[in-house]
């Protein structure tokens, strides 16, 4: 009986295990995978290991993050630990309130938190950037140490205080020789607490961010419309070996070397030395350095390469921060919201016209800016922008359906076939309501910005009879599940399109009868922006067709710039998920902003996501 007992426990504690640290084992063997997509093995490598070591911008963002997780945790740990202890031994009017008010930020939504930081920042007229991070970074670590302390002193025995001060000592020996030693495990547990939020955290790092602190978890959080890359597998395996002989170097000094006095002394001197050499560099790292003009530039993720910036900098001796944002919802609630000094921002046609009419966006002196001649004039004067006052093209695209067609053989001319129950479970569209039910509604000869009640009622019935078709909703990466087999069908983004079919050679692009409905991301500059020249020679610069050419090779997207058309892989030119053909587009609606309205299509979505069962 205690044999099967013992093997049932070794089950279950190596089934826990697994489920923790399967997940984990998978990332460290995907940083040794030669594709750049992490749907698939296709052979052992370490290339990513050596291009992590020359991506300057995951190397600048790990850099921030682990500048304001120290300094926060340094700041939270003494702030915390003296609070913690304060409130023990004192009693005073308000205490109860106050220890109650201490758990808010434990339990309050990161979003609103990081709402009521940008606030704050903005009302105090202080700039986003390094400071303000570690500032809200301080504010929400204080009250995990202080909690994590507390619970410490509540069993700490009050007679050792009280037998050193018997015996002579001082409040200040008593404190640092009998009760923070005493308490050192809750003090280090609430640091080490403190260190891994500070260190993970993504929504409050987007609203308290500035133009020059991007962090390493907003860095891989915009990078997933792309497939995070095995850089970052990379990065993630490299920190976890240097964490975890960390911990294990610390728990053999601490059973073993702590005894020894010198040892003692020894360590303090080297972590100390860590701390002065820290403070050192984050606050001298960039004395003897020429000053240089700043360029602060917004965008998507994974929509500029490196090698361009690095360019443009070289060129014009300049400083370019580059900060990302993942939807134009985020991009607006930071520029709406705070006091950044973007200089450039790459955004979308109906978040334009929103921006022009909140005075967010300032006119652009096009003289500054002659190589626009190069530019597709099909790709100008549209409806959001006319004349094109407040923005110049960067990048465009369309939707499509795609079909495996070792799965699928049926031909589909029409949206009216992604009804066809022969798809059921077996369909990943993507997560945005105005795209997708824009669909719906085009399928039913509607205009995808109709507010008309009787057309949405009619375009939520049917994707409601939809849903046992779909398998997945997915904006970031649906091409993941269509190059896996795991769905044979798709509604995704002509760019995820062609990126599947490079790995999965059976995926064909429809294009129905429909057409598509194109999309536009174009340069904007923010009203408060502090370098406007500048922001505009970007744009000149973008726009030499070498450059143009050299964004196209690494991000498929369609390229507005005529003149780089010779340089252009024509695999690319050719394809129809990347360049829609002229006559799809012509006579389809752009998606506009449509104001308050914007809540029945949010509401439509919600309904349809929740009804399936």
């Not at 016209?353 to 800016?369: F, G, P, S, T, Y």
């Amino acid at each position: 009986m205690d044999k099967k007992k013992n093997l049932l426990s070794k089950i279950y504690a190596a089934l826990v295990y697994g489920f923790l640290y399967l997940p984990i084992l998978v990332l460290v063997v995907f940083s040794f995978n030669k594709s750049k997509l992490n749907a698939t093995w296709s052979g052992f490598t370490l290339d990513w290991y050596k291009s992590l070591l020359n991506n300057a911008q995951i190397l600048e963002a790990l850099k921030n993050s682990l500048i304001i997780a120290f300094v926060s945790t340094f700041f939270a740990v003494v702030i915390g630990t003296l609070a913690a202890i304060g409130m023990y031994r004192y009693k005073f009017k308000g205490k109860k309130v106050m220890e109650g008010l201490l758990y808010i930020p434990v339990v309050i939504p990161e979003i609103v938190m990081g709402i009521s930081m940008l606030a704050f920042f903005s009302l105090l007229n202080l700039e986003a950037g390094l400071l303000t991070l570690i500032l809200a970074h301080i504010t929400f670590c204080i009250a995990y140490v202080i909690v994590v302390v507390r619970a410490r002193l509540d069993g700490f025995d009050i007679a050792l205080e009280e037998a050193a001060l018997d015996l002579g000592a001082t409040p200040w020996q008593t404190l640092t020789k009998v009760t923070l030693p005493v308490i050192s495990p809750g003090i280090i547990a609430g640091g080490l607490l403190a260190f891994t939020l500070s260190l993970d955290d993504v929504i409050i790092s987007f609203f308290a961010s500035g133009p020059d602190s991007n962090t390493l978890p907003l860095k891989i959080f915009s990078m997933v419309k792309f497939g995070v890359t095995p850089e970052i597998n990379a990065l993630s395996t490299v920190m976890m070996v240097f964490t975890l002989s960390m911990v294990l170097i610390a728990e053999g000094i601490r059973r073993n070397a702590l005894k020894n006095k010198k040892i003692k002394k020894a360590l303090s001197a080297v972590v100390a030395s860590l701390m002065v050499f820290g403070a050192g560099f984050i606050m001298f790292g960039n004395v003897g350095q020429t000053e240089k003009e700043v360029l602060n530039l917004f965008n998507w993720s994974e929509f500029l390469p490196q090698s361009v910036v690095e360019q443009f900098e070289k060129e014009y001796n300049v400083k370019v921060n580059y900060a990302t944002f993942s939807s134009n919802e985020e991009m607006l609630a930071k520029l709406m919201g705070g006091n950044i000094p973007y200089d450039l921002v790459v955004t979308s046609d109906y978040a334009i016209e929103i921006m022009i009419k909140q005075k967010l966006i300032q006119e652009i002196d096009k003289a500054n800016v002659p190589n626009l001649v190069n530019i597709d004039k099909n790709v100008l004067d549209l409806g959001f922008d006319p004349n094109n006052k407040y923005s110049l093209p960067y990048m465009w695209g369309g939707n499509y359906i795609v079909v495996d067609r070792s799965k699928i053989s049926k031909e589909i001319t029409s949206f009216d076939g992604l009804w066809d129950s022969e798809f059921k479970n077996s369909m990943v569209i993507l997560d945005d309501p105005r795209v997708i039910v824009g669909m719906a509604l085009q399928k039913n000869g509607y205009s995808i910005n109709t507010t008309n009640p009787e057309e949405l009622q009619k375009a939520k019935e049917d994707l409601i009879k939809l849903m046992p078709n779909i398998k997945a909703f997915d904006s970031e990466s649906p091409k993941t599940l269509l190059i896996n087999g795991e769905a044979s069908i798709g509604y995704v983004w002509g760019t995820e399109a062609y990126l599947a079919k490079l790995e999965n050679p059976n995926l064909e692009t429809v294009l129905t009868k429909e057409g598509v409905v194109p999309q536009y991301d174009n340069f904007v500059i923010p009203a408060k922006a502090k370098n406007k020249k500048l922001a505009e020679e970007f744009i000149n610069f973008i726009y030499r067709p070498e450059i143009s050419a050299q964004v196209s090779e690494e991000f498929p997207y369609a390229n507005p710039n005529q003149a780089a058309y010779p340089l252009i892989d024509p695999g690319k030119l050719n394809d129809i998920a990347v360049y829609p053909p002229r006559e799809a587009v012509e006579g389809n609606e752009l998606i506009k902003d449509v104001g308050e309205a914007t809540r029945l299509f949010d509401d439509i979505w919600t309904e349809v996501k929740n009804s399936k069962k």
